[in-house]
Nanobody
């Protein structure tokens, strides 16, 4: 069974940092791009960042550029989202998802990890 499992969320003060992890099980991430998305209460889900598996190319939403960094560990089949300079508006449920090169759609989703930024 193809699964993505997120971890690393929590409560942090404004200006703080968290590192989210997205681990794959049941399939190889080779050939997939991995994206991070987030959804705040009452808002639509939005794109945060993505990374290709083979080339390591990245792209970011404007709202997180310069603060968040997406990276991958091929050996561990894990993608990370390092979040620095967190703001209250970053509070959301964060999901990772896998997009296959065949379908070009995000077909596999994790269950999400909650990030709360509050003093």
């Amino acid at each position: 069974q193809l699964q993505l499992v997120e971890s690393g969320g929590g409560l942090v003060q404004p200006g703080g940092s968290l590192r989210l992890s997205c681990a794959a099980s049941g399939f190889s991430l080779d050939g997939y791009a991995i994206g991070w998305f987030r959804q705040a209460p009452g808002k639509e889900r939005e794109f945060v960042a993505a990374i290709t598996w083979r080339g390591g190319r990245t792209n970011y939403a404007d709202s997180v550029k310069g603060r968040f960094t997406i990276s991958r560990d091929n050996a561990k089949s894990t993608v990370y989202l390092q979040m620095n300079g967190l703001k209250p508006e970053d509070t959301a449920l964060y999901y990772c998802a896998a997009r296959s090169s065949a379908t070009q759609s995000y077909d596999v989703w994790g269950q999400g990890t909650q990030v709360t930024v509050s003093s």
